[in-house]
């Protein structure tokens, strides 16, 4: 499995932007960068995956370097509620006979203050 | 949707019982995996399920067994309970290709 490296913490003012960097320089031609955040005593939640294109959603936008070997997690307004654990995860695509299991490393702590 | 649904929510068991835990995701999700989470450390993967047949495991002792069902939801069977197995357990679902799992909020297993 491709490793990936985050620092372990950060802190962001609420209402700017959350920047989080994930290293994985291992990644394989056909795996995919996901991102999942766990807020304190509940689920991991899915936010957004991409391959080698930048990818925007409602919740964040990915950005991928050319060689990727790097991302960056983008939170444009972080509120209070995006203090979480974040995880960057190399993976094959979710479900089916792909096997797409996810290896959690210990993630970037994000606290957001007012 | 109604996302994926885990219960019981909490438990305690002895030391050498078994226990099963439960799962129901969400309509079209062919694809389920289960996860441990031992307090402070990132999940770790157990196994996963492909319409109804194991088609992944992680690092887990054979005493750890699954099953899912057609009407997706499924079981996470451990027997001969250890004081390690003491965590947070958690179910995650995903239709073929779908891109992200979506998890439960898990079962926090406490065993004494």
């Known amino acids: 499995d491709a490793k990936t490296t985050q620092p372990p913490s950060m802190d962001c003012a609420e209402g700017r932007a959350a920047n989080l960097p994930c290293n994985h320089s291992?990644?394989?031609?056909?795996?995919?960068v996901y991102w999942y955040r766990q807020i304190h005593s509940q689920g991991p939640q899915y936010i957004i995956h991409?391959?080698?294109n930048n990818e925007t959603n409602e919740m964040a936008s990915l950005i991928i370097t050319e060689d990727r070997k790097s991302s960056t997690l983008i939170l444009p307004h972080a509120t209070l509620r995006d203090t979480a654990v974040y995880y960057c995860?190399?993976?094959?695509?979710?479900?089916?006979?792909?096997?797409?299991?996810?290896?959690f490393g210990q993630g970037t702590i994000l606290t957001v203050h007012p | 949707e109604t996302g994926v649904t885990q219960s019981p929510t909490h438990l305690i068991k002895t030391r050498g019982q078994q226990v099963t835990l439960r799962c129901s995701s969400q309509?079209?999700?062919?694809?389920v995996s289960w996860y441990q989470q031992a307090l402070g450390q990132g999940p770790q993967f157990i196994f996963q399920?492909?319409?109804?047949?194991?088609?992944g495991r992680g690092n887990f002792p054979p005493r750890f067994s699954g099953l899912q069902f057609p009407n997706y939801s499924s079981e996470l069977n451990v027997n001969a309970l250890e004081l390690d197995d003491s965590a947070l357990y958690l179910c995650?679902?995903?239709?073929?290709?779908?891109?992200?799992?979506?998890f439960g909020s898990g079962t926090r297993l406490t065993v004494v």
């Open positions: 995860i190399v993976s094959y695509l979710a479900g089916g006979t792909s096997y797409g299991k996810l290896t």
């Open positions: 991409g391959l080698k």
């Open positions: 399920y492909y319409r109804e047949e194991e088609n």
């Open positions: 995650a679902s995903s239709a073929t290709g779908s891109g992200g799992y979506t």
């Open positions: 291992t990644i394989s031609g056909n795996e995919y």
């Open positions: 309509s079209g999700h062919n694809t």
